[in-house]
Each structure stands twice: as C-alpha cells, then as structure tokens.
C-alpha cells in the first residue's frame, strides 16, 4: 500500500505523497525552546518582562514560520468564528474541572496554578488580553499547527505529525518547571493538535478557540 502523506496546497489542505524540510521545523523548535527556556526557567533571575518577551517570541517565530513555508490558512467567516468560541468553551470547561480535581488530589495543585498566574504583576490585564488575544494566541498556533505540525505530517504522517509536534509543544514548558503548567501545555497540544490534524480545513476555528482560550484563562475568567 502506499505511504500516505500530508501537504498542504493553495487554500486547503490534501493528503498525498511527499517530503517536508526538516531543517526549517528543527532549528525554529530550538529556537522555541530557547525562548521558553528564558521566559519560565526559574533560577535564571533575568530582570525581563514576561510579556514583552513572549510577544517578541510568537512574532518572531510567526514570522520565521511563514518565510519557511507555513502559510497560514486563515478565512474569517461567521462558521468558523462560531466553531472556535464552541471549541474554546469547551476546553475551559475542560480546564475547570481539571483544576478542581487537581486541588484534591494533589497538595501542590494550587500553589503552582498561583505561580503561573503571578506572572501577570506589573502588567494591565486589558494589554494582556489583547496581546494573547492578537499575536501570541494566533501567532502560537501559526506556528505549532499551521507550520510545525503541517511540516512534520508531510515528511511522515499525519499521525506522527501530530504526536511530534505535540510532544515538542510540551516539552519546551518542562523548562518552568511546573508540572501544572506542563500538564496544562500537554492537553492544549492534544486538543488543537488533534483538531488540526481531523479538521485542518478549520484552521481559522482552531486559531480563533486558541486566543479566547488564552484571553479567558488568563483574563477574564480565570482559574
């Protein structure tokens, strides 16, 4: 039987044979890893704000994304606007429930959830929400789905695309050393990378859920 494969061409996206560029996806994943290393990494003591350095980090890695070939399938239109806000309800329901049976089965639950949400001193929440809102939220998935993900399903499946991707969106949030964070960055990856890899039509919906999501857990309503 032959190999099946997945690449993306003008406008929608197609399964067939091909190859991806690795070297693009590797060296911009290191330099994810990088940039996550210094933005959550405990002991390094650097004097940055974590928000100004996030936002460098996602138009960066937006931008390299895009120059390398993750062209961003994005169309606007009240189905997929209505479908991301669907998706992003759900996933904080999920994220409800998750951090109450979290507090009562583990003693660190909620004082490492604190420490995720002590990031947000020093800066407006209204600047925040509208940075995860319009760059970091979308520029994320820009890059973990529409580039990462895409790249690595067409060198081998759609299948190992999908679980290497995933896998490297958690593991750069080991850095924080934060189990809640990590575990929190896991199912984020699972959901929309599941998503992307059943529905990749509905790239705008998964962009749009990502930045509610954002907005609303950190925000709006957190947790």
Same mark, same amino acid.
């Given at each position: 039987?032959?190999?099946?494969?997945?690449?993306?061409?003008?406008?929608?996206?197609?399964?067939?044979?091909?190859?991806?560029?690795?070297?693009?996806?590797?060296?911009?994943?290191?330099?994810?890893?990088?940039?996550?290393?210094?933005?959550?990494?405990?002991?390094?003591?650097?004097?940055?704000?974590?928000?100004? %350095?996030?936002?460098?980090?996602?138009?960066?890695?937006?931008?390299?994304? $895009?120059?390398?070939?993750?062209?961003?399938? $994005?169309?606007?239109?009240?189905?997929? %606007?209505?479908?991301?806000?669907?998706?992003?309800?759900?996933?904080?329901?999920?994220?409800?429930?998750?951090?109450?049976?979290?507090? %009562?089965?583990?003693?660190?639950?909620?004082?490492?959830?604190?420490?995720?949400?002590?990031?947000?001193?020093?800066?407006?929440?209204?600047?925040?929400?509208?940075?995860?809102?319009?760059? $970091?939220?979308?520029?994320?998935?820009?890059?973990?789905?529409?580039?990462?993900?895409?790249?690595?399903?067409?060198?081998?499946?759609?299948?190992?695309?999908?679980?290497?991707?995933?896998?490297?969106?958690?593991? $750069?949030?080991?850095?924080?050393?934060?189990?809640?964070?990590?575990?929190?960055?896991?199912?984020?990856?699972?959901?929309?990378?599941?998503?992307?890899?059943?529905?990749?039509?509905?790239?705008?919906?998964?962009?749009?859920?990502?930045?509610?999501?954002?907005?609303?857990?950190?925000?709006?309503?957190?947790?």
């Amino acid at each position: 039987m032959r190999e099946v494969k997945y690449v993306e061409t003008e406008g929608q996206c197609t399964f067939k044979g091909g190859r991806g560029k690795l070297y693009g996806v590797a060296s911009t994943i290191l330099l994810a890893a990088v940039f996550w290393f210094v933005m959550f990494f405990p002991g390094l003591g650097l004097d940055l704000n974590f928000w100004l %350095l996030m936002t460098v980090a996602s138009l960066t890695l937006t931008t390299l994304a $895009i120059c390398l070939g993750g062209r961003p399938d $994005i169309h606007l239109s009240w189905r997929e %606007l209505l479908l991301g806000v669907g998706i992003a309800v759900v996933l904080w329901g999920v994220f409800w429930t998750g951090n109450k049976l979290s507090q %009562l089965l583990f003693d660190f639950a909620r004082p490492q959830v604190d420490l995720i949400y002590g990031i947000k001193g020093g800066t407006s929440p209204t600047l925040i929400g509208l940075l995860l809102l319009c760059i $970091i939220g979308p520029g994320e998935e820009i890059f973990w789905r529409g580039y990462v993900q895409r790249r690595l399903s067409a060198r081998w499946s759609p299948n190992v695309g999908f679980l290497l991707a995933t896998a490297a969106y958690t593991l $750069i949030h080991v850095a924080s050393l934060n189990f809640m964070l990590t575990m929190a960055a896991l199912v984020c990856g699972v959901l929309w990378g599941g998503l992307f890899r059943l529905f990749p039509k509905h790239f705008t919906a998964i962009v749009v859920s990502h930045a509610l999501w954002d907005a609303a857990a950190f925000v709006w309503f957190p947790f």
